[in-house]
């Protein structure tokens, strides 16, 4: 079966920023644009915005239709990118987000949880 690895039991933590909205992002005016999160977190992330999980899926879609998950959670994956949009963004807004991150293998973790990266982006 192999050696146990890990010091079992959960590695987690949250990661919190209160963003305030710039004037432009890569050279491009934010002012009315839609704007999107994007992070990964090693292993897993669920984000919050504004004190909500982001829930990316649809009510009325039927249930075996693979694309959608209709209890709420859309797990990107190990390692896997999170891409949450965020709506029309003005520059000044503020926006709390909040990212649950998770070591994995779940039931016994390696080393600790952090942040691949984080930024924000306007969708085209």
Partial sequence: IGKPRGGG???YGWYRHLLTVPDEIDGVAVS?????FVTIGDDY????????????FDQNAPLNDPKNNRMGYEIAGFN???????GVCNPGDEIQ????????????????????FARLEVIP
Avoid at 98 to 105: F, I, Q, R
């Fill in 9 to 11: 039991g959960n590695t």
């Fill in 45 to 56: 992330a669920e984000v919050h915005i504004d004190g909500a999980f982001k829930q990316k």
């Fill in 80 to 86: 896997k990118a999170n891409v949450v949009d965020l």
């Fill in 32 to 36: 009315g644009q839609s704007l999107r």
């Fill in 97 to 116: 987000i909040a990212v649950l991150v998770v070591n994995g293998p779940i039931a016994a973790p390696i080393g600790g949880h952090f942040l691949r």
